[in-house]
């Protein structure tokens, strides 16, 4: 059996924040409104069969970004939390530890695992080298201040670059853990 990977799909500004000083995103456009971002999202989307996410990532998508329907339907979606919240159709609401999960359900047969945010999520996952492919959208915009993606890592974790393309002022990166 193949050992599914971890993925984490994100996007940043060119400063390194994946969110403004208040948590919004709603600076992640390319350089022209009218002109499309690409289809990486849809390519990458077919490789993948769970999500895991933070709490406050999912808040915010289920209550600004996409109330009216979960945008992660037919995936298998994972919420870190503490809150005790019964599970609901496609979405399990988890206190175990980011690396626990990740460990757990990678011995389980499936597509990769989607890390979708936030930076606490992903932050834990980089320190013990449980992220094995970087896909980084770089939006043409400078926050100045924010939540950084790359905020406190120890040591260095080398990379091998798979994948680039640009698209609408968007360089996407994509790098494997060497």
């Not at 924040?17 to 709603?26: E, H, L, S």
Request: neutral net charge; glycine residues 10%.
């Amino acid at each position: 059996m193949k050992q599914r990977n971890t993925v984490l799909f994100i996007a940043m500004s060119l400063d390194g924040y994946i969110a403004d000083a208040n948590g919004g995103v709603d600076w992640l456009e390319g350089q022209n409104p009218e002109e499309g971002d690409g289809n990486s999202y849809d390519n990458f989307i077919r490789e993948i069969d769970t999500v895991v996410m933070g709490w406050n990532t999912y808040r915010q998508i289920a209550t600004e970004l996409s109330p009216q329907q979960w945008v992660y339907e037919g995936l298998t979606s994972y919420v870190l939390t503490h809150r005790k919240i019964e599970k609901m159709d496609g979405i399990i609401f988890t206190d175990e530890s980011p690396c626990g999960l990740i460990q757990r359900l990678r011995r389980k047969p499936g597509k990769d695992i989607w890390i979708c945010g936030g930076a606490s999520t992903a932050g834990q996952l980089m320190k013990e080298g449980m992220i094995d492919r970087y896909h980084i959208s770089m939006i043409p915009t400078l926050l100045g201040s924010g939540i950084r993606l790359f905020d406190s890592l120890k040591g260095q974790t080398k990379l091998k670059l798979v994948r680039s393309q640009v698209y609408n002022g968007i360089a996407e990166l994509v790098y494997e853990r060497r």
